[in-house]
């Protein structure tokens, strides 16, 4: 009965011979795999990091033999050069290696031949530990167990068992980045912020406009007499009933100046018109002399239910 002799031809992974290499050589002689990205954010709120599993497929050839006789699998991991230059393993706090969407037991791929098949393909998976180093990494798989294979792809026995040895390069990169969740906060807080800017800068005045003129003076039915500052105001109410406005409401739309008297029975409201008026916005239960009311003019206002007529006079 002759030797038989067990021959692997590594083809790589299927993504690396799809125009996604490096051009320079690696260690094994082969393009350089770029494995693939995995994004990692500090956790925000109810927005948790959650790791990205980075596949590819590994394609592997082995000649008749090693399909119908290997019995051992052949097993890899993924190794890493220190900063003396030798290759060390990978250590499970970097990163966990996933075979065909389950975990690999110690961090090792196990491949055995599928009986009657020309190829087998593996799907390996890679997964970040939050604690690894946010930079492309550049590791290499080497067969922790050879399964007796004798030669893989031109690499003798002793040759890919050499420790510098490599039966593949890849590169996977962990970059972080800003959680989403935050970044989107951050985002609409600052909206928010330049809208409140805004409307307090400019689009208030312009829809609650302030008074020009300095005040308005009130004087009958004597000993009736008052005089109400209202340059800067929205609005001046004529009211028998205190009235108290709110902080917010002042805030966002301006101030409201309140003139309270029992000879009111019910409410006047002057608002802005210009530099040299104001104007009379609501007056249920009077009769005054004009809607209008100009700088420096006397006016009358003449309570229908009491007959009781004040002067009014803008200054």
């Not at 590594?10 to 125009?19: Q, S, T």
């Not at 990169?173 to 800068?201: D, H, Q, R, S, Y």
């Not at 009736?224 to 739309?253: C, D, E, I, N």
Request: aromatic share 10%; hydrophobic share 45%; net charge positive.
């Amino acid at each position: 009965m002759s030797a038989k002799r067990f021959i692997l031809s590594l083809l790589g992974v299927a993504a690396m011979l799809c125009a996604c290499s490096e051009k320079e050589a690696s260690v094994s002689g082969t393009p350089i795999a770029q494995w693939g990205k995995s994004k990692y954010y500090d956790d925000f709120l109810w927005k948790k990091w959650k790791p990205d599993t980075l596949r590819q497929t590994i394609v592997f050839e082995f000649n008749d033999d090693a399909v119908n006789y290997m019995q051992k699998p052949l097993q890899l991991a993924l190794y890493k050069k220190s900063q003396n230059g030798k290759m060390v393993r990978v250590k499970d706090t970097e990163m966990r290696l996933f075979v065909d969407g389950e975990p690999a037991a110690n961090n090792v791929i196990s491949v055995i031949p599928g009986k009657g098949e020309e190829e087998t393909a593996v799907d390996v998976g890679i997964v970040f530990d939050p604690a690894a180093e946010n930079k492309i990494h550049h590791w290499y798989f080497k067969p922790v167990d050879a399964g007796g294979l004798e030669r893989i792809n031109d690499l003798s026995s002793a040759e890919f068992r050499d420790a510098d040895s490599s039966l593949m390069d890849i590169r996977v990169e962990k970059a972080k980045v800003a959680n989403p969740l935050k970044t989107g906060t951050v985002l609409l807080v600052l909206i928010l912020l330049a809208a409140l800017a805004l409307w307090l800068a400019l689009l208030q005045f312009y829809f609650f406009p302030r008074f020009k003129v300095r005040s308005v003076v009130l004087t009958d039915p004597a000993p009736y007499q008052a005089r109400k500052a209202v340059k800067g105001a929205r609005m001046l109410v004529l009211t028998s009933r205190p009235k108290t406005q709110g902080v917010l409401s002042r805030w966002f739309t301006g101030r409201i100046v309140y003139d309270v008297n029992g000879l009111w029975t019910s409410d006047i409201v002057l608002i802005p018109r210009d530099n040299k008026s104001v104007r009379v916005d609501r007056a249920k239960g009077y009769l005054i002399d004009a809607r209008r009311l100009m700088l420096n003019q006397d006016y009358t206002i003449l309570n229908e239910a009491t007959k009781t007529k004040t002067r009014i006079t803008i200054k």
